[in-house]
């Protein structure tokens, strides 16, 4: 076994020299020529909390690469999710999969039949749009509303709506990607109401909530939503800790007798949900959940920080862009519709500024005239890309077609 030397070490997250990010081989540092900066996947560009990187090391030290055995990671979770969000999640209703896609398409499945209606809230995470159309399920848009201060909010009348109107299943994002909400228990309260009422199953995707920032608490929707066989939660350690490609998600169940049907689906399923989850995918995510808050905080307290950055840098060099802080997450919806770029301003950013943020459109048709930017770098680095989109906004005007975006790292 390797010595564990790594425990307490905090990363200085600014400190991430571009020529090292660009030796990466992953989608976000591989997809476009080096002369693009990228901000749109959802992946950060930070170092691996030490606990993490000793539980790889480790694994791969004693060639242990093989199937995963998840037997601890429940009570790993619940541990984590007491300490963090003041809830007491009963590990015996955790089961693993490979993706929190593959566990909500797992459960549309159990709850739904091929044809019904599944309610999802636009702008939203653009899988959404893909898996519940695959597993021969309808979508049904209820698209956010935004209030007066800029916060993007659930529509509950047009949601009891579609609820009254047939749909079975509500596909909740919480906290939502990408505007940043994060729900309150008042929030949460009506939704489980609502979904009581109309007897619908609630599928809450909670990957973002441990990024959730100060000045905001996250609210795990199974406990306001009590014992309740119709209600299901999916986590995962991926986005919090950047380990999205070891594969390892979670799905907990609401109640005993939701488990139990979970359970027993789990068992029927194997090859699309036991054996796909990465074994290091599993380690890396129990070191999370034990070992790795005290960086998760300090990451937060550096995104806390990246998003007034980005509040000043946008109102510095591009004013015309209206932009609200996320209250959770490193993801940012930034609305560009009066800079005159169109319906897909990343289009232009990418073109004219060597700048690659994803397009608005992929998110729903409330996306047009949006980007979503990743915040999830350096001071250094989210300064630059906001350098390069204002170089976009002034080859626009100009009408200049040539020319590199000038680094300004």
Same mark, same amino acid.
């Given at each position: 076994?390797?010595?564990?030397?790594?425990?307490?070490?905090? @990363?200085? +997250?600014?400190?991430?020299?571009? /020529? #090292?990010? *660009? %030796?990466?081989?992953?989608?976000?540092?591989? &997809?476009?020529?080096?002369?693009?900066?990228?901000?749109?996947?959802?992946?950060m560009?930070?170092?691996?909390?030490?606990?993490?990187?000793?539980?790889?090391?480790?694994?791969?030290?004693?060639?242990?690469?093989?199937?995963?055995?998840?037997?601890?990671?429940?009570?790993?979770f619940?541990?984590?999710?007491?300490?963090?969000?003041?809830?007491?999640?009963?590990?015996?209703?955790?089961?693993?999969?490979?993706?929190?896609?593959?566990?909500?398409?797992?459960?549309?499945?159990?709850?739904?039949?091929?044809?019904?209606?599944?309610?999802?809230?636009?702008?939203?995470? @653009?899988? +959404?749009f893909?898996?519940?159309? /695959? #597993?021969? *399920? %309808?979508?049904?848009?209820?698209?956010?509303? &935004?209030?007066?201060?800029?916060?993007?909010?659930?529509?509950?009348?047009?949601?009891?709506?579609?609820?009254?109107?047939?749909?079975?299943?509500?596909?909740?994002?919480?906290?939502?990607?990408?505007?940043?909400?994060?729900?309150?228990?008042?929030?949460?309260?009506?939704?489980?109401?609502?979904?009581?009422?109309?007897?619908?199953?609630?599928?809450?995707?909670?990957?973002?909530?441990?990024?959730?920032?100060?000045?905001?608490?996250?609210?795990?929707?199974?406990?306001?939503?009590?014992?309740?066989?119709?209600?299901?939660?999916?986590?995962?350690?991926?986005?919090?800790?950047?380990?999205?490609?070891?594969?390892?998600?979670?799905l907990?169940?609401?109640?005993?007798?939701?488990?139990?049907?979970?359970?027993?689906?789990?068992?029927?399923?194997?090859?699309?949900t036991?054996?796909?989850?990465?074994?290091?995918?599993?380690?890396?995510?129990?070191?999370?959940?034990?070992?790795?808050?005290?960086?998760?905080?300090?990451?937060?307290?550096?995104?806390?920080?990246?998003?007034?950055?980005?509040?000043?840098?946008?109102?510095?060099?591009?004013?015309?862009?209206?932009?609200?802080?996320?209250?959770?997450?490193?993801?940012?919806?930034?609305?560009c519709?009066?800079?005159?770029?169109?319906?897909?301003?990343?289009?232009?950013?990418?073109?004219?500024?060597?700048v690659?943020?994803?397009?608005?459109?992929?998110?729903?048709?409330?996306?047009?005239?949006?980007?979503?930017?990743?915040?999830g770098?350096?001071?250094?680095?989210?300064?630059?890309?906001?350098?390069?989109?204002?170089?976009?906004?002034?080859?626009?005007?100009a009408?200049?077609?040539d020319?590199?975006?000038?680094s300004?790292l």
């Amino acid at each position: 076994m390797i010595p564990h030397t790594f425990a307490a070490d905090v @990363p200085d +997250f600014d400190d991430l020299p571009l /020529a #090292t990010l *660009r %030796r990466r081989k992953s989608d976000k540092w591989a &997809r476009y020529p080096q002369d693009v900066l990228p901000a749109f996947i959802a992946e950060m560009d930070f170092t691996l909390a030490a606990p993490i990187k000793h539980a790889l090391v480790s694994a791969v030290h004693e060639s242990d690469c093989g199937y995963a055995y998840p037997v601890e990671i429940g009570s790993a979770f619940a541990s984590f999710a007491a300490e963090r969000f003041g809830w007491n999640a009963d590990p015996t209703r955790v089961f693993t999969a490979p993706d929190v896609m593959s566990s909500i398409a797992q459960v549309l499945k159990l709850y739904t039949n091929a044809g019904e209606s599944v309610v999802i809230n636009p702008p939203v995470y @653009p899988p +959404f749009f893909e898996v519940i159309p /695959a #597993t021969g *399920r %309808r979508i049904v848009e209820v698209p956010l509303t &935004r209030a007066e201060n800029g916060r993007w909010e659930l529509d509950f009348d047009k949601l009891e709506a579609a609820f009254a109107g047939g749909a079975r299943a509500y596909v909740l994002c919480s906290p939502h990607n990408p505007v940043g909400s994060s729900w309150s228990a008042d929030e949460l309260r009506t939704v489980a109401q609502l979904a009581d009422r109309y007897d619908v199953v609630v599928i809450s995707d909670e990957i973002h909530a441990p990024l959730t920032l100060p000045g905001a608490q996250h609210v795990p929707y199974l406990a306001v939503a009590g014992a309740n066989e119709r209600a299901f939660a999916a986590f995962s350690a991926s986005k919090a800790w950047n380990i999205s490609g070891l594969k390892c998600s979670l799905l907990v169940a609401g109640s005993d007798a939701g488990a139990e049907v979970a359970r027993r689906h789990w068992m029927a399923q194997p090859t699309e949900t036991t054996w796909r989850v990465g074994h290091l995918g599993v380690l890396a995510s129990i070191a999370a959940f034990r070992e790795g808050v005290s960086w998760l905080d300090a990451l937060c307290a550096h995104l806390d920080r990246n998003r007034q950055l980005l509040q000043r840098l946008l109102a510095e060099h591009l004013p015309q862009a209206r932009y609200d802080a996320p209250e959770a997450s490193y993801l940012t919806w930034v609305d560009c519709s009066a800079l005159g770029l169109g319906d897909d301003p990343a289009q232009c950013f990418l073109e004219r500024g060597q700048v690659a943020l994803s397009s608005g459109l992929d998110f729903g048709r409330e996306g047009a005239g949006f980007v979503r930017l990743n915040m999830g770098t350096s001071s250094a680095i989210l300064t630059e890309i906001v350098t390069r989109m204002a170089c976009a906004i002034g080859r626009v005007a100009a009408g200049r077609e040539d020319g590199s975006a000038r680094s300004m790292l």
